[in-house]
């Protein structure tokens, strides 16, 4: 019988995509981690890895294999949702990955609520960066995260995931206070502030003003909304921000609806093994709970 331990480790570097990432994610050494795989090409009886200049990239077989491991280890999930289930009280840890936005005003109520409801279990937040969070979740780095989609960007190629709908949150232009709703077209000569290039909040706004036909001058760039905020505010920029960014409060600068209107969609992303583990059963039930409220400030 192979061993387990071995076969995780190549489903780790198919996920990875090198030994020197699966040595760090899992605090080996990356000797350790290629020795324990030379192993289980030994117990395979096939070669599993060959080089590809400085890297080693999985042989067919090893890919077949990876599928397989994929199918046990979903199946171990469901046994361990099986076990939990049979507990009287809900414990253990449950790591959740999100973005800024939705940290504030959608995960954080949900921890306090999940708090308060089910006082032994362990909540563990991250926030991360853009679709990082999905192959983390995919690697078992996290149980459950909260993710977007921009519009025009494809939905997550992953598989093994499952997702559903919490809201679906308008993107609006951002002006500094006290001025009157603008047209698009018109602030094509003034500085802006998106995130940085690559990030899909960034391709989806440039793609807006292209579409009112100009070529926005980004003068900053940040992933922290806070700071668009506080240079809109300041008349330094202008820019674009998601009603969720106020949460409760009252916007403090000026939001114009695009023409059309454009929303991202905020989803939440689990592996199908654990979907219905008792833990992240009760983080969806808080998180719908609390995307309820939201949803009603999104639509106001």
Same mark, same amino acid.
């Given at each position: ?5 071995? /076969? %995780?480790? /190549? %489903? ?35 070669? /599993? ?51 800024? +936005? ?31 969070? &999905? %192959? ?22 992953? =598989? ?5 709908? /919490? ?5 609006? &232009? ?28 960034? %391709?989806?706004? =440039? ?15 940040? +992933? ?19 009603? &969720? ?6 916007? +403090?600068?000026? &939001? ?43 639509? =106001?």
């Amino acid at each position: 019988m192979y061993d387990l331990h071995r /076969l %995780r480790l /190549l %489903r780790e570097l198919k996920h990875r995509g090198t030994l020197a990432a699966v040595a760090s994610a899992l605090s080996y050494s990356p000797s350790t981690i290629s020795s324990q795989l030379s192993q289980l090409e030994t117990e395979v009886g096939v070669p /599993l890895l060959e080089p590809m200049g400085r890297r080693v990239r999985l042989t067919p077989a090893a890919e077949m294999l990876v599928g397989h491991i994929e199918v046990i280890l979903d199946r171990l999930e469901q046994a361990e949702a099986d076990i939990a289930r049979a507990k009287t009280v809900l414990e253990g840890d449950l790591r959740i990955a999100t973005f800024q +936005t939705a940290a504030k005003t959608l995960v954080l109520p949900a921890v306090e609520l999940l708090q308060r409801e089910h006082p032994q279990l362990r909540v563990h937040v991250h926030q991360e960066n853009e679709r990082t969070p &999905l %192959r983390a979740l995919v690697a078992h780095e996290f149980d459950l995260v909260i993710a977007e989609e921009y519009p025009g960007e494809p939905p997550s190629a992953l =598989s093994g995931l499952h997702t559903q709908l /919490l809201l679906e949150d308008p993107l609006l &232009l951002a002006t500094p206070p006290d001025g009157e709703p603008p047209q698009l077209a018109a602030l094509a000569h003034l500085p802006w502030v998106m995130e940085p290039e690559g990030n899909a909040a960034r %391709r989806w706004a =440039s793609a807006v003003c292209r579409q009112a036909g100009f070529e926005p001058h980004v003068r900053y760039q940040s +992933t922290d909304l806070t700071f668009h905020v506080r240079l809109i505010e300041a008349g330094q920029a202008v820019g674009f921000l998601p009603k &969720l960014a106020w949460g409760v409060h009252a916007p +403090t600068v000026t &939001l114009t609806e695009l023409t059309p209107p454009n929303a991202r969609r905020v989803l939440i992303a689990t592996r199908t093994g654990s979907h219905d583990h008792p833990a992240v059963v009760a983080a969806r039930v808080a998180l719908d709970r609390i995307s309820r409220s939201a949803r009603d400030l999104t639509r =106001s």
